[in-house]
């Protein structure tokens, strides 16, 4: 890739950058790293470069050297006209997906953030769909979706829906994190205002920052509609589990009680539930979590 290898910590601009006075409308935002397949990468860009209205840039972060079958992946996509812009951030050493969000948010140059993981795949509409609630609704900040979990093995899908409206999505997030990273689009201002993404809770980053984007008045929408499949397996079930992660969610329903997101007895009552929930074996755990989930219906 001569010419579009950037030193580590630093980012380079491809295809055709925009003038410094345009600002992009939408930045999509995603990260890979050593762990993701090139076969998972393809997949997953290719479904945002072949979105019926695609974002103006992608900012993708490489969160630590990866194998040469993602960096030949990447290359293809270099002078893909349907993204005007692709950003690369390349990161000298895995750090996680908190600190590799925030690098990538620093390069995002548009209005509007499309988040996206780089082993799921987004519907074709969906940016569309979302960005036509925005222009509708200009007093939310935060729009997102259902989605549907899928399994390599040809296991049945499981859809994870929510409510729709805002005061319901955040009574229910007192209780359980009912909406999925990746189907999020965001206003970039509000994510910014709130600090970005923090690496104080483990695994449960989006989480925490759905919490401190509720405290702050962020408006959220939920579109009832698949506009994301996510890649979900028994053993990404399994890693939810353990004596590490029961503690990151004592201390981020600490936070919760500490910011008033929580009362005392929410507190007490939901705390409980997910220690038991974190500490159970990983397959009645992977039960559980199929309990919360409903068949997804292909439409």
Partial sequence: MSGSVAPPGHSSRLNQPQQEHEEATVSALMSTYAGETATNLKESLESIYAQTVPPDQLVLVLDGPVEVGQEVVIARYVFDSRVANLTLVRLPSNGGLARAMNAGLERCSGKYIMRADSDDICDPRRLELQLDYFNAHPETDVVTGWCAEFYNDGRPERLKASSVHHDAVARALRWRNVLTHGTVLIRTETLRRVGGYRADFGMLEDYDLYVR???????FHVIPKVLYRMRTSVEQCRRR????????????????LR????NTTEFFVITLMYVVFRLIGGS?????YAFARTPAVVE
Avoid at 241 to 256: A, I, Q, V
């Fill in 213 to 219: 984007l509720v405290l702050s008045g962020a408006r």
């Fill in 284 to 288: 009645i755990r992977n039960h559980l």
């Fill in 241 to 256: 589990g353990g004596l590490r992660y029961c503690l990151n969610e004592l201390l981020f329903r600490f936070s919760c």
């Fill in 259 to 262: 910011l008033g997101f929580l």
